[in-house]
C-alpha cells in the first residue's frame, strides 16, 4: 500500500505560468516532507522541504504547502522555466526511523 | 508498477565487519542504479551511480574502497559497506532507472536501516 502517493503522471505548463504538484500521503506519523527534482539519467536531486509544524516553506520560485487535516500537500512554481521540465518526486519521513517514502513521481513539461 | 527491493532491510553489525546490501529491479532491467545515504530528516545523499557491466561511478567525499559496489547484472546491484564504523550507521536507499520510459524516471527502494555496534 502506497503511504506516498503522486496521483498525476505528467503535467504539462506553459513557460511563465505555475507549476502545481500534488502529493497525498497516509501515515499521520509522518512530520517532514520533501520534493526532489530528478532530470533522466540521474539521481534525484534535494528541491524542498517542510516540517509538520509549518504550512508553508518558499524558495525563490518553489513553495510547497502543507495541510496536514487532508494530508495533502504541493510543490508550487512559479514562473515555471523550462530548465525546471524534470521529474519530481514527493517524499515524506517520521516515526522513529526516519527514513524516506518516495512517491512515484511527476513528470513536469514546461513548454516555451 | 516498477518496484525495487532491497536486502536486508535492516542489519546490525559490529564494528569492523562488511556488511552487503542487495538492490533488486523485480519487473524490469535497469541500466542503471544509484546509491544513496540518508540521515534522520535530512535529505538524500547521493553515494555512487553503477552502471551494469562497468564501475561505479563515485561522488566526491565518498570513499570507493570502503563503499563497493557491484553491478552485475540488469536486475540486481550490491553494496558493500567494508569495515563498518558506527558513523557509517544510516538509511542506504537503492533506486533503479529504467531507461527508454516514458519518464524515465527511477524506482526507489524501500531502504536498508544499518546499525553498527
Known amino acids: 500500500d502506497q503511504q506516498v502517493k503522486q496521483n498525476s503522471p505528467s503535467l504539462s505548463v506553459q513557460e511563465g505560468r505555475i507549476s502545481i504538484l500534488n502529493c497525498d500521503y497516509t501515515n499521520s506519523m509522518f512530520d517532514y516532507f520533501l520534493w526532489y527534482k530528478k532530470y533522466p539519467a540521474e539521481g534525484p536531486t534535494f528541491l524542498i522541504s517542510?516540517?509538520?509544524?509549518?504550512d508553508k516553506n518558499e524558495d525563490g520560485r518553489f513553495t510547497v504547502f502543507l495541510n496536514k487535516s487532508a494530508k495533502h500537500l504541493s510543490l508550487h512554481i512559479v514562473p515555471s522555466q523550462p530548465g525546471d521540465s524534470a521529474v519530481y518526486f514527493c517524499?515524506?519521513?517520521?516515526?522513529?526511523?526516519?527514513?524516506?517514502?518516495f512517491g512515484k513521481g511527476t513528470k513536469l513539461s514546461v513548454k516555451p | 508498477g516498477a518496484v525495487v527491493s532491497q536486502h536486508p532491510s535492516w542489519v546490525i553489525c559490529k564494528s569492523g565487519t562488511s556488511v552487503k546490501i542487495e538492490c533488486r529491479s523485480l519487473d524490469f532491467q535497469a541500466t542503471t542504479m544509484f546509491w544513496y545515504r540518508q540521515f534522520p530528516k535530512q535529505s538524500l545523499m547521493l553515494m555512487a551511480t553503477s552502471n551494469e557491466g562497468s564501475k561505479a561511478t563515485y561522488e566526491q567525499g565518498v570513499e570507493k574502497d570502503k563503499f563497493l559496489i557491484n553491478h552485475a547484472s540488469l536486475t540486481l546491484s550490491t553494496l558493500t559497506v567494508t569495515s563498518a564504523h558506527p558513523e557509517d550507521s544510516s538509511f542506504y536507499i537503492c533506486s533503479a532507472h529504467e531507461g527508454g520510459s516514458w519518464q524515465e524516471t527511477q524506482y526507489f527502494g524501500p531502504g536498508t536501516r544499518l546499525l553498527v555496534l
Open positions: 517542510i516540517s509538520s509544524i509549518k
Open positions: 517524499a515524506a519521513s517520521g516515526g522513529s526511523q526516519g527514513n524516506l517514502i
